[in-house]
């Protein structure tokens, strides 16, 4: 028998020598003997399974029976390790996981895109994600603010707890001054006052976009409302 490698031809329905071989030693493996025998344990396996990086796919598994995050989100986030890594270490410092998602997909999203960033790029800490959504939920910034601090903390990664006192943004929860901004504004826009009192509930809504701007937008946006429809 001719030993040789050989092609086939789809066109002809023929096969062809392509080379030659010179003796059987050229079709087999054969041991090196300047190779030492490699044995490999089974603590050596465990120690190699160890070290292997969570797949994607296991990774959004997980995500919807520990997170109970929409598949949406899941997707985006596992996309990219370092994003995923972020949300993690976030809500593993107690942010709840909806809301470090809804940062990721929205703000983070929206300024990626913006300034041409991509997800491994990402320069705010989760340390300081997680912070920010504790300021809002203890309503000591409201979103317009966190909205702003974050903008800061993606370019530059600042403390935002540390960013909301040295900037002053703190919410306004003196309910005196409040007040006295709802009864301002109140008295100066009394077309809107009578439209809201008229049954047209949107009305307020303009009452309300002007008490926020007399406050800097330092005031929590639904107490607001709440004054100001008490007063009305």
Do not use: C
């Not at 066109?11 to 025998?37: C, I, N, T």
């Not at 809301?99 to 790029?121: H, Y």
């Not at 317009?144 to 903390?153: G, I």
């Amino acid at each position: 028998m001719v030993q040789e490698t050989r092609r086939w031809d789809d066109g002809k329905g023929e096969s062809y020598a392509m080379r030659s071989k010179e003796d059987a030693q050229d079709y087999r493996y054969f041991p090196d003997p300047d190779l030492v025998p490699i044995r490999v344990s089974d603590e050596m396996l465990a120690q190699i399974r160890d070290r292997q990086p969570e797949f994607r796919e296991e990774k959004m598994k997980r995500y919807r029976e520990e997170f109970a995050i929409p598949d949406y989100d899941i997707e985006i986030i596992t996309q990219s390790k370092h994003m995923a890594d972020i949300f993690e270490a976030a809500v593993a410092l107690g942010a709840e996981p909806k809301k470090v998602s809804n940062w990721l997909m929205g703000e983070t999203l929206r300024l990626m895109k913006e300034k041409e960033v991509d997800a491994q790029d990402l320069r705010f800490s989760p340390e300081h994600l997680a912070k920010l959504i504790g300021l809002v939920d203890e309503r000591a910034i409201n979103s317009s603010v966190a909205k702003e601090v974050f903008e800061v903390m993606f370019e530059e990664d600042v403390d935002p707890e540390q960013y909301v006192e040295e900037k002053g943004l703190k919410t306004v929860n003196d309910e005196g001054a409040l007040k006295k901004a709802v009864e301002a504004v109140i008295a100066a826009n009394p077309q809107s006052v009578a439209d809201y009192r008229g049954g047209k509930e949107k009305a307020i809504g303009f009452l309300v976009g002007q008490t926020m701007k007399a406050m800097k937008g330092k005031a929590d946006p639904g107490a607001v409302n709440r004054l100001l429809k008490q007063l009305l």
